[in-house]
C-alpha cells in the first residue's frame, strides 16, 4: 500500500515537473543500489567484524550481570520465609536496584553501538554522497532513485551504480 501511494505520488511529481518544463529540456530519471555501493568499500567488513566484537564484549557483561540477578533472586525466594522484615526489604531494593541497573546498561549499550556504527560509516557515507553528486551532476540527472530493486524501469532510466563505484574507485 505504501509502494503505491509513493509511486503515484513520485509519479505526480515527475508529471508536474514534466508538464512545467520547457520542451527543449530533458527529465533524467536514474536510480542508484547504495546498499552495493556501501558494501563495495572494504573498510565495511573490518567495521563489522569490530562491531561484532563489541556487541558480543557488551552481551558477556549483560549475561554476567543476569547471572547475579537469577541468584539473587534464587537466594531471596529460598531464605525469604526466615528473613525479618528490614531484611527482605533489603533484598528486595537490592533486586529492584539490580534490575534498573540491567534495563539501564542495555539501554546504553544499545546507544553505543548505535553511535559507534554512526560514526564509523560516517566517512564511508559522505564519500559515496559526494560522488553521487558529482555523478549526478557530471550526467545531468534531474531525479534519483535510491533503489535496490526497482518495480519498474523504462530503457530511459539510467543506472548509476556502477559509476558511482568506479568514481570511488572501487
Known amino acids: 500500500m505504501k509502494k503505491t501511494i509513493l509511486i503515484i ?78 531484611i527482605k526489604l533489603a533484598r528486595q531494593t537490592e533486586i529492584t536496584e539490580l534490575e534498573a541497573r540491567m534495563d539501564m546498561y542495555k539501554k546504553r549499550y544499545s546507544e553505543e553501538l548505535e553511535k559507534y556504527r554512526t560514526e564509523r560509516f560516517m566517512h564511508i557515507n559522505q564519500l559515496i554522497d559526494d560522488a553521487i553528486r558529482t555523478i549526478c551532476q557530471r550526467e545531468q540527472i534531474t531525479i534519483l532513485f535510491d533503489q535496490a530493486q526497482p518495480l519498474y524501469m523504462s530503457a530511459q532510466c539510467v543506472e548509476l551504480t556502477s559509476l558511482v563505484k568506479i568514481e570511488l574507485g572501487l
Open 9 to 86: 505520488v513520485l509519479s505526480l511529481f515527475v508529471g508536474v515537473t514534466l508538464y512545467s518544463q520547457d520542451s527543449t529540456s530533458i527529465v533524467r530519471i536514474a536510480y542508484i543500489n547504495r546498499v552495493d555501493v556501501f558494501n563495495s568499500f572494504p573498510q565495511v567488513a573490518a567495521i563489522n567484524k569490530e562491531l561484532k566484537q563489541l556487541e558480543a564484549d557488551y552481551e558477556m557483561e549483560f549475561i554476567n550481570m543476569s547471572k547475579e540477578y537469577e541468584r539473587k533472586v534464587k537466594a531471596y525466594l529460598e531464605r525469604s520465609n526466615q528473613m525479618s522484615e528490614p
